[in-house]
């Protein structure tokens, strides 16, 4: 990587581990909040869980779309700053207004959330264009793994409060949020020093055209309704990449939200250092599926570390289904078989539904088909969250489990048929597609380079879809 290309990667794995530490936050922090305020009623906690959520869907569109036009930088430090100040204002909430204090939480963390879906598709967008396409992986791969920080450095913040320092229950929460805040700010002041404006960026918005390919000029006077109607033409033509990229975030959030936001409710323990041992545990173990993620990526193609984690989470929730009775008896093996399958959840889908669209998709609509990508995944955490407590309330954990092995075995047939199998190549050809081409003329010898096959090179040659045919174009010899 360049310079630039790894401070992006960097500040991008930062971003994500601030990110993640504020969204796993809550769930170390709940049994303490139901100590001092009373026990949550389902409506409560269902809100509190899915504020951020439903933020961080609204901020990946938004963000994600006003990044292709004015910039990655500006809002790169503009989401971090967002996530510091409505995580600074969770610490410090109260009831107020005739509102009750998980009221006031569920409107913070609303807030909290939508600069949390920013850092997504602008991540991305930054390190991708920041580093060449052969090290474009490896790089969101390592964007990626900042999460594996932040995972492990909620419950540690956590176990260090309740811990050796003994702050007491009716503060730690608070300090909890409180260090969430102070980590964001600082990337933010960070990125405000020392990161640039993509070169990829610049150089695309100065060629930028109308729909029907007479140039328009970079310059605040282009007319605003043409960029919008070039990128909706643009997506369209890249119809199948934008399916593939958002069904397969959504199925696959269903279950690692619907998972990972109730290890406490899976795993009850006492609230505070309990708790926050048990998902460390949990976490701890999730390491060297990061560790692989950054290992694959440099010489595995994304369908196939997407698939094959899919099948293998299949499999070990189909073990965790049938041997459901033991989660509270046999703790340590029920517990260790959680983790591993969140270690294969990190080292395959985690890690692919959020690179494939940061590499595929042209530089003028890349953060716009992330942040939308990334938003289709978040629809599917609200939906992991929402289904678990009704499920695990009417028919115990093992209707859990079984309806997360089915969830995964969708998600992987979802994978083998739309997600395409692209190569180093096929992105470098994307890369260097003509700048003066109107973006929907790019994002269609895009879909065509991604949907079509060699089979001497294993990647992309021609083929497209014919006219008026149903079914995603066809991969050839790609099939598995």
């Known amino acids: ?9 960097v500040l991008g794995s930062f971003g994500l581990m601030a990110d993640i530490y504020d969204f ?18 389902p409506s409560q906690d269902g809100l509190l869980t899915s504020s951020a959520l439903v933020g961080a869907m609204i901020g990946q569109l938004c963000f994600g779309a006003a990044a292709d036009y004015i910039g990655r930088r500006c809002l ?19 009831p107020a207004m005739g509102l009750s204090i998980y009221s006031i939480l569920t409107i913070w963390r609303f807030f909290m959330g939508l600069g949390i879906g920013g850092e997504y598709p602008l991540s991305a967008a930054t390190t991708a264009e920041n580093n060449d396409p052969s090290k474009s992986s490896c790089a969101l791969a390592c964007v990626f793994s ?40 600082v990337v ?20 930028r055209q109308s729909s029907n390919d007479s140039r328009i000029t970079a310059s605040p006077q282009a007319p605003q ?57 949990i976490n701890a173990l999730t390491l060297p599926g990061y560790g692989g993620a950054l290992y694959f990526a440099s010489f595995t193609k994304m369908k196939h570390m997407q698939l094959y984690g899919l099948l293998t989470m299949t499999v070990c929730f189909c073990i965790l289904a049938l041997y459901s009775d033991q989660a509270h008896r046999a703790g340590i093996t029920y517990l260790s078989i959680f983790a591993f399958q969140r270690c294969v959840d990190a080292m395959g889908p985690g890690v692919a539904t959020f690179t494939v669209p940061g590499q595929i998709f042209p530089t003028r609509i890349r953060a716009t088909a992330h942040g939308i990508s990334a938003a289709a995944g978040k629809l599917g955490a609200v939906i992991g969250t929402v289904i678990f407590p009704i499920l695990y309330t009417a028919a115990g954990l093992q209707a859990v489990m079984a309806f997360m092995a089915f969830v995964s075995a969708i998600a992987a047939l979802f994978t083998q048929l739309f997600t395409p199998l692209y190569g180093e190549s096929t992105l470098e050809e994307i890369a260097a597609l003509d700048p003066a081409l109107g973006v929907a003329q ?29 079914g995603p174009p066809a991969y050839g010899n790609d099939r598995i």
């Open 1 to 9: 990587m360049n310079s630039q290309g790894s401070l992006a990667a």
């Open 146 to 185: 900042g999460m594996a920080i932040g995972q492990l450095l909620a419950p540690a913040v956590v176990m260090l409060l309740a811990g050796p320092l003994a702050v007491p229950h009716t503060l730690l929460w608070r300090y909890a949020f409180g260090f969430g805040a102070l980590l964001a700010l």
């Open 225 to 281: 309704t043409h960029l919008f109607r070039d990128k909706v033409s643009a997506l369209w033509a890249m119809k199948w990449s934008v399916t593939a990229t958002m069904g397969a975030w959504l199925i696959y959030d269903v279950v690692t939200y619907g998972t990972s936001l109730y290890s406490t409710t899976i795993f009850p323990a006492e609230p505070g250092l309990g708790s926050a041992l048990v998902v460390f545990y």
């Open 188 to 207: 933010a002041l960070v990125r405000y020093l020392v990161l640039e404006e993509t070169r990829a960026w610049v150089q695309a918005s100065s060629g």
């Open 76 to 94: 790169f430090i503009c989401t971090a700053t967002l996530v510091g100040v409505a995580s600074l204002g969770t610490a410090c909430a109260g």
């Open 442 to 470: 790019q994002a269609a010898q895009a879909e065509a380079l991604l949907f079509s096959f060699s089979s001497t090179k294993g990647e992309s040659t021609s083929l497209m879809p014919e006219p008026g045919k149903i």
């Open 24 to 41: 796993g936050i809550v769930n170390l922090v709940r049994p303490v909040l139901e100590e001092e305020f009373g026990t949550m009623t």
